[in-house]
């Protein structure tokens, strides 16, 4: 591929490990070509190289016994060259395939991990913050699909949230082309919201919130043949995430299996990687935070309490949104 389109697409292509540039000749070659090669790629400016190889198919010779003859015959050619092995000026890949030869002196680090797609489809939970997308980008990296979902728990947040998830849906599209952002809105929280302050148990809304969106994400995950759902939750960051608090959440949304990445990262682990992967300046642009988290959230619910009070509620008989 021409200009900088193929470099950056490899690079931010999952499964692929690093990859490089290279000038294919035939083996019988190799000898009146690496000289030039290697004076056209800067080695006159090194004072150190080495030569590394790599052969592939059935041969006379060993990899070692090529290092040493191109070794030889670079020094025969520059005689200000050393051989440094261990941290060289210069690396020359000379990469032999049966009677072909692949010469290249840099080596582009990718993205690695498994191919996109192999281990099936995850629904992610995206809120737009720092962690969801990174969360979402590590199940890329292991072969899932991702289909990224908004829940728009009206009336408490308004178009700027959603604006910024969209965009950092669209920084993770340089891993997954055609990657597009679901959103569902639902006015369940607007009316749980009031009932739960009536009620004198308003501490809970961030987990009936949760549990809202877990099932949510269910359904959309069982009518897309979603494997699973992964969330950006990392233990103890927030209220809602403490170990008592993550049962309660596990609990409501149980039919498909809950994977959470970044459970044991602190919140620089997540910042590195999301500069890392390019989400980091649109996940800490401007946009409204959630309007509805109580003065002084639980940090310790109950799942037999949050079970009862879950009965009680009418806004929990509201039926799940699909898109």
Known sequence: VDGDVGPNLCQKTVGIVSFSEVEHIRLDEIEAFLPDYCRRHGIERAKTFAIKMKRVGK??????????EYGNLLRNEFPHLRVNL????KEI?????????YLYDTVTKGVGGLPLG?????V????????????AWMMMKRGCRILPLFVALD????????????????????????????VIRDSYLTEAKKELVAQHTEKYTCIFCKRRMYRVATAYAIQNGAKGIVTG?????VASQTLDNLVVLTDAASEVPIHRPLIGFDKEDAIRIAREIGTFNESISKASGCKAVPAGPSTKAKLSTIREIEEKLEAAKMPVPMV
């Open 59 to 68: 041969h006379t010779f060993t990899s070692n016994d090529k290092a040493i």
């Open 86 to 89: 261990a941290n060289p000026d």
């Open 93 to 101: 890949h000379v990469e032999i395939r049966t009677d072909q030869a």
């Open 118 to 122: 192999v281990e099936g489809t995850l």
């Open 124 to 135: 992610a939970l995206v809120s737009g913050g720092i962690d969801s997308p990174v969360a």
């Open 155 to 182: 009336t408490f947040l308004d178009e700027t949230t959603i604006a910024r998830a969209e965009r950092v849906v669209q920084e993770l599209a340089r891993y997954q082309p055609g990657i597009r952002l679901a």
């Open 233 to 237: 939750e990392s233990l103890g960051q």
